[in-house]
Each structure stands twice: as C-alpha cells, then as structure tokens.
C-alpha cells in the first residue's frame, strides 16, 4: 500500500470530507423542512383540515402511483401536471376572479391594467405571506382564499374520479377513469396538494424566498429565480471550469506518459482457470438480465404511447387494467433490476477468480438462493404495484406491499427489504472469495482492496431507504430517496464499474497492476468529490435552504469533471483489443464498454449539467429535458455496462460459443442509434419547447393540457415511435443472442482438451 499511500489517503479524505458536508446539511434539511401545520382554518374561525388530513392525502396520492402520474415539486412523471404548480396556479386564478367580482362586480379579464395590477398585488402579499403561527402550528387563510381553495379542490375531486366533464383531461394526463375511487380518500388527496403548493408560495420566516426558493416560476406572485440561485448558478459554472483546468493541468503533469504495457499472454489468461459450479450457475442470471430488459423496453414504448392516446393503444382501452402510472412503474423498476443483476453476475463470476480459481464452500448453494430471492422479490414487487394502482390493496397495506409512490424506490416496504437482504447477501457472497484473498501474504492487493470497499458500498447504501416512512416529512424523504438514486446508483455502481473493469484488465494482463491501481483510486476520488455532496443538486427546491443549493451547484458542477477524459479512456479500451489475439472474441464487450464511456460524457456530462445549475434547473425541473438525461445517463451508461458484463460473462461460461456478428451489430448499433433518435428527435425538442413555455408563462403552463396537446408536441411525440422501434429492435437482437448464446447453438471454437468446460445448465 506504500506505493498508493497518497491515493489512498486523498480518497480517505474526500470520502470523510464530503460525507460530513452530505451529514451535516443534511441535518438541515429536517430542521428547515416547510412546516405541515396542525390545522388549517379560515378567518372567521371555521376548521378546513388537519395535519393528519395532509398525511393522510399523501398517503392516497402514495397509492394511485405518486410520482409516477404527475409530479410534485417537479419530482416525477411529466404526462400529467406538476400538482404542485398546477393547484398554485389554479387557486390564485380562482382568488383573483373571487377578488375581481367582489371589488367591481366584474371578471379579472374584464379589468384595465391598473385595477388588474392592484388586485395581484394583493394576491401577492396574502400568499407570500406567512400566515402560520409557529407556537400553535395552525395556518389561517382569508374567507377568500379558502373559497379558492374549495373551488381548486373540487376541481381535483372531479378529476381523480369518473365524471365524464373531466374526462379529455384525464385522457390528455394519461390517468385512468376513476383512478382514485374513494371519495373521502379524493378529499384528503387535495390536501396534500394544498400543502405542497402552499410551502411554493410561502416565504420562510425572515427571509424573501419561499419554502422552496420561489420555485416553481408563477409570475403572478412573483415567484422568480431568486439571487442566491443566479449566484450558485454562476459559481457552478466557474467551479465546472475550474475542475476542468486542473484536471488538464494533473493530466498533462502528473500523468505518467512513459508506463509500458506488460506483455499480452499468448492465451487469454482467464481460460486458464476451469469453470467453477458457482460460475456455471450463472446463466440463469444473464437470462433473468435480457428478460427484463426486453420486458422493460416493451414497457417503455407502450408506456410512450400513452402520451399521445393517454388511455388506449392504437385504440385499444388498456388504461382500465395497465395504467400509465403502473406501465410507467414497472418500466423504470425492471431496468433498476435488469441492472442491478448484471452487476451482481460480474461479481459473482470474479469471486471465484479472486478465490484462487474455486468456489468458497457452498458458494453454487449461495449463487442459486440468491437467483431465486431476486425472481421472488421481482414478481412480488409487480403484483404489489399492480394491486396498489388498482386500488384493490387495503390503503393500510398499500406502502409496504404495494406502492411506495416514490420514483425509483416504487416498491413496497416489504420488498425493498427483500431487495437489501439479496444485495446483503450477494455482499456475502462476495466476501467470501475476497477476504481470503487480501489475507494472503505478498503480492500487490490495493486494487482488490478497493473493489472489495466498492462492493461493499454496494451491499450496505441501499439501506438508506429505509430511513424514511410512510408519512414522514417530503422534504426529509426526498434526502434520503436521493441517497439510494443518486449516491449508490450514480456513486457506489460508478466506482465498481470502474474498479471491476481494471481489475478484469489486470487480470487479463492488458495493463499493469499498478497503473490499473493508480488510476482506478484516482477516478473514485474525483468521482467521490462531486458524487456525494453533489447528491445535493436534485434537492434545491424541495423544501431546502440556500446552504444546500450552495453546496449541490458547487460540488455536482464536479461531476461532470472526470467525464470530460472518458473520450480518452474509451480510447484506451478500445485500443487493448489490438494487444493480442483472443481480445477479438472480447470484441462486443468492450464496444459495450466504449458506448458507457461516450454515453457517460453526453448522458450524465452534457445533457446531466444542461438541467444542474439551479437557474436551469428552477425552469426546466419536471419538464422533458430530464428523461433527456434519465434515458442518456441511466441506459446509456449504466445499461450498457451491464450489458457488456453480461456478454463478458456470457463468453467465459460458454467458451465454445461465437457470437453472431451480424446479430450483434443489429443490437449494438440499433440500441444506439435508438437512443439518438429518441432523444433528438423527440425528447429533447419537446423539452427545448417546454422550457420556452416555462420561462415566458410558468411551469404550470408548460405542464398544462393546453400545451402538451399542440398538434407539434403531438407530432414530436409520435416521431419518437420511429426511435422506439430502433431501439426495440436492439433490445431483442441483444436478448436474441444472448439467449442463443446460453442455449450453444453455434459450432464450438475451443480446441479439444481445452481445461476450459462448457457451463452445465
């Protein structure tokens, strides 16, 4: 370790550093969460609504799907409204055409400009205002506001049930008929909405900015990006370029140009260890990846559509049984599964590797239990959804067997826990060839050291899900939510891939040990640097303060930092195919490997600090600008790195096995251009328009019914059709040639009495 000791020590000290900055605002945000006041009454005394009333309507909205039919606080879907801005929009209409008839017997339309201009001044000073009693905890609204408050609210009862003047609307936001049917329950659910807008609209005590620094924009209050955003929003940019500077600098100075490459081994030296049972076991693994992965593209195109015909395909009435907000549901939790078992694959087929070139005792046992957990918790995880949205689970059981209502963390309670015990226990798995391994004398172990400290990142930072419930605060849930998407997805993964794949290169003798070392703890340092603080971008304006869009503009402008050389190292892992032979059968592997790097600098560099400064994103948060970057960064890179372990793993455990070049340039190519397609030509131009329509009018407008139905974002969003099928295209062809793969059916390549063995079933 002595070699590495200032590697090791920077990254000690940013993981340190960053994680008490992450700990310490964190703190923040439970303390400065926008209050859930206890009562809500009117001016003449009369009661609205409770506390429990709000939790309880978020509960329901919890339910019917969450942030997968619309948004709040622009966390969600995008077909439907954000409600937050939608009901802040409609309940000051409401009030001014209240105001107006009151004053002069008049509509709003109706008044000059100066009548006009005194009423939204008063509009402004009633709902900026903060009118919560911080000693009783009870907010008192005017017998005005309250009229506009019944008026909005009746509004959403209408729309969440079956009544058919409504029903174009529910078409136009993808909602099914009746998507909430108990009455009380529609009730409840417009109080949480009430809330959400409220803490919008209501400056924090002593400051000039509301709960959620202004955001959304809602010109008729003034809700406008703020001072402090603009400044973050400039020091983002200069820091960005700052990093970008230094990091030229250390690598033109510090970078050694002159390291040789170690001599390629006439024979590919991970041939020279037999197949273990547990590595044969495999297989079923990679089929459980492409099965998902098919089933989850499927579910991507269907669930497109419904943003063009929002309860039919092609005319067919499907909304009744799969919904968009479950078809939505279930397309972004089959890719975190898909996912997330290609990672578990690759580990489990190097434990043995690590091991000596066997299997810990029992370790087949282990493999298989594994298997079959994550089959049970996926199909369970489904049902659950499926029950929640149906409304047929009991609401008391709809968040630990049903829907949790949180993007990305959609499962019920229950089996999330079943998703920790298995990553727990893959963790397990893993241990068990590693730590022998570190404990052996001699030999060069940091590079295994850290990919041990990865793996177990990756075992013990799901958890962090499990620190909200129910009906805790939004603003606290949102904290934690972020840690599971943001720091174990976006982090932890980032850092195993990275570390996995040199010590696989290691292995294979392609780069020496220590420049595979030295760089791999390089980049988990400077990945560790914007990743952990930088958790902090998604949450400017979720109920935080000021000090935490400091540090999330500050440190994610970091992020995009090491992105900026990955032009390089896909270079550098293409240009390993030329060092012997028996690379080409590794060829598509690391296609895979180089499509991950490009994706990982337009994906998560670009298209990922397009939508980072808090200016941009105060606009365009919610808007389609950001499935621009889901799609790009969470497919791009992450899928295609669990594809090129899958087909790395693929080509050991069936060593006789060639892939069909055809097949896979179909695949390779067509999920590719797809993704090109579907983000140029549909995505991004929406989200472009969309932005416009924010900055003139305000988020609700650009979310609302009347704009998302123009015959052009009609048009761009059926042109996305023509990506899909592309990319549909690939999707099959790469499960196609996998599932052929794990079948045999191609001639064997391997010369007899290869030690090598075909993997059993």
């Known amino acids: 370790m002595a070699s590495y000791k200032k590697l090791w020590f920077t990254l000690i000290a940013v993981v340190a550093v960053t994680f008490s900055l992450l700990g310490y605002f964190g703190t923040e945000v439970y303390r400065q969460a926008p209050p859930i006041p206890s009562q809500v009454v009117s001016a003449d005394g009369q009661p609205l609504f409770t506390k429990e009333g709000i939790l309880d309507g978020q509960t329901a909205w919890q339910s019917v799907g969450g942030m997968q039919l619309g948004s709040i606080w622009g966390h969600g879907a995008y077909q439907a409204p954000d409600w937050t801005a939608d009901w802040l929009h409609r309940e000051l209409t409401g009030w001014l055409e209240l105001a107006a008839r009151d004053q002069h017997g008049k509509a709003y339309a109706e008044l000059d400009g100066p009548a006009q201009a005194a009423l939204r001044a008063q509009l402004k000073a009633e709902y900026r205002g903060n009118r919560a009693d911080a000693d009783t905890e009870v907010l008192t609204v005017s017998r005005r506001r309250a009229q506009a408050m019944a008026s909005t609210a009746a509004y959403y009862v209408s729309l969440f049930s079956d009544t058919p003047e409504l029903r174009n609307s529910r078409q136009s936001f993808a909602m099914k008929e009746n998507t909430l049917p108990s009455a009380e329950r529609r009730q409840q659910l417009t109080q949480f909405f009430f809330w959400t807008a409220w803490a919008a609209a209501t400056e924090r005590p002593g400051k000039n900015v509301t709960y959620t620094n202004n955001w959304p924009h809602e010109p008729l209050i003034d809700n406008r990006p703020s001072g402090e955003n603009i400044m973050w929003s400039i020091g983002s940019i200069v820091v960005l370029l700052a990093g970008i500077g230094f990091l030229v600098w250390a690598w033109a100075f510090l970078r050694k140009h002159d390291d040789p490459l170690p001599a390629a081994a006439a024979r590919d030296p991970l041939t020279t260890f037999a197949l273990t049972p547990s590595q044969r076991a495999l297989g079923k693994y990679l089929f459980l990846v492409v099965a998902l992965f098919v089933f989850q593209v499927l579910l991507g195109g269907f669930t497109a559509h419904y943003t063009v015909e929002g309860q039919t395909f092609y005319g067919i009435d499907v909304s009744q049984w799969f919904p968009y907000s479950l078809t939505r549901t279930w397309h972004i939790q089959a890719a975190l599964f898909w996912i997330a078992t290609g990672f578990l694959a690759a580990g489990l087929f190097l434990a043995p590797l690590i091991h000596g070139g066997k299997d810990p005792k029992y370790q087949k046992l282990g493999v298989d239990i594994l298997f079959w957990a994550l089959v049970i918790v996926v199909v369970g995880s489904f049902v659950g959804n499926y029950l929640a949205i149906a409304q047929i689970m009991p609401p008391n059981l709809n968040f630990w067997l049903g829907h949790q209502g949180y993007e990305y963390v959609d499962l019920g309670r229950l089996w999330q826990i079943g ?64 840690w599971v998407v943001h720091l174990w997805v976006e982090g932890f993964f980032e850092v195993f891939a990275t570390t996995a794949l040199a010590f696989i290169f290691a292995t294979l003798g392609l780069v020496s040990r220590p420049m595979a070392t030295a760089a791999s703890l390089a980049s988990a340092s400077l990945f560790m640097l914007g990743g952990i603080p930088g958790t902090f971008h998604h949450l400017y304006f979720a109920g935080t303060t000021t000090p935490v869009m400091a540090v999330g503009a500050s440190f994610s402008a970091l992020e995009v930092v090491p992105l900026i050389v990955l032009g390089h190292e896909a270079w550098e892992n293409w240009r390993l195919r030329e060092r012997a032979d028996w690379m080409d059968r590794l060829k598509w592997p690391m296609m895979c490997f180089v499509a991950v790097a490009f994706w990982n600098m337009l994906g998560a560099g670009v298209f990922g600090f397009m939508i980072n400064p808090p200016m941009a994103l105060y606009y365009i948060q919610g808007l389609n600008t950001t499935p621009v970057h889901a799609h790009a960064a969470l497919f791009g890179v992450y899928g295609f790195l669990a594809l090129g372990f899958t087909l790395l793993v693929l080509r050991y455990i069936r060593p006789h096995y060639a892939f069909s070049q055809p097949l896979m340039k179909t695949a390779f190519w067509g999920l590719n251009a797809g993704l090109v397609l579907m983000i140029f030509t549909s995505l991004l131009p929406i989200g472009i328009i969309q932005f416009h329509a924010s900055v003139t009018e305000g988020l609700w407008y650009a979310r609302s019914e009347a704009f998302m139905q123009q015959p052009l974002l009609q048009t761009l969003r059926w042109i996305r059709t023509f990506g899909d099928v592309v990319f549909i295209t690939g999707a099959v062809a790469m499960a196609l040639q996998v599932v052929l793969g794990l079948l045999g059916k191609q001639p064997a390549l391997a010369a007899p009495g290869s030690r090598l063995e075909p993997a059993g079933a």
Do not use: C
Request: net charge positive.
């Open 419 to 482: 998703k920790f015990t298995g990553i727990a226990f893959w963790l397990v798995l893993m241990l068990r060839g590693m730590v022998p391994a570190l404990r052996q004398p001699g030999g060069d172990k940091n590079l295994l050291a850290l990919l041990t400290a990865s793996v177990v990142a990756i075992g013990l930072f799901y958890g962090a899900g499990f620190f909200y419930g129910e009906r805790t605060h939004l603003s606290v849930m949102e904290y934690w939510r972020w």
